[in-house]
């Protein structure tokens, strides 16, 4: 079946330094979300992205999506405290009628 | 705008109880679906509903797990009887889209322990 793998597993940054976090699929997909996790919190969206080579980005956050719409990545520049928590993608397999698929996650730690 | 709202936030019971969760979705969201979140893992689909219809059911353990959503709006998860590995969060979400396209909405969970 479709599996949905991230890297790293986690990351232990400095205020201010760059994360980056990657996402592989097994299959071709429709769309690719991500979602953020807090610490005893529930998954918030951030994104969808659903065209081949897709770039968006959200203040400090960069989001792209590959070519063959198998892997993804979410990149943070000059990450703050505030952006600990647990990064996870989900992709969207073929077809109309697909469920999400959700990566481990990448625990991200932000030392001041 | 109201936000997914489940009860209840937390729940102990020993293996072989029953247990029961509710749901009630963000207002005019069609689609609802229940997930189960292992500690350190992501967010694993059990069942989605579109309406009262469910259109996934594949991953739910059927012989244990059961879930209905009348009337197309609250919903309820049932686990009877409980394991040791049924341990999880259960988390809540909807959207209003159709296939799981576009921003699911979840709630804060239920956090279940088996003892």
Known sequence: GQQVMQIPQYQHVQEGEDFTTYCNSS???????????????????????????????????????GEAKKN?????????TTDVGTYFCAGLGGGSQGNLIFG?????SVKP | EAGVAQSPRY??????????????????H?????????LGQGPKLLIQFQNNGVVDDSQLPKDRFSAERLKGVDSTLKIQPAKLEDSAVYLCASSQLQGAWGEQYFGPGTRLTVT
């Not at chain 1, 481990?104 to 991200?108: A, C, D, S, V």
């Open chain 1, 27 to 65: 299959t071709t997909l429709s769309n690719i979300q991500w979602y953020k996790q807090r610490p005893g919190g529930h998954p918030v969206f951030l994104i969808q992205l659903v065209k081949s080579g897709e770039v968006k980005k959200q203040k400090r956050l960069t989001f792209q999506f």
């Open chain 2, 11 to 28: 729940k102990i019971i020993e293996k072989r109880q029953s247990v029961a969760f509710w749901c009630n979705p963000i207002s005019g």
């Open chain 2, 30 to 38: 069609a689609t609802l679906y229940w997930y189960q979140q292992i």
């Open chain 1, 72 to 80: 993804s990545s979410l990149h943070i520049t000059a990450t703050q």
């Open chain 1, 104 to 108: 481990k996650g990448t625990k991200l």
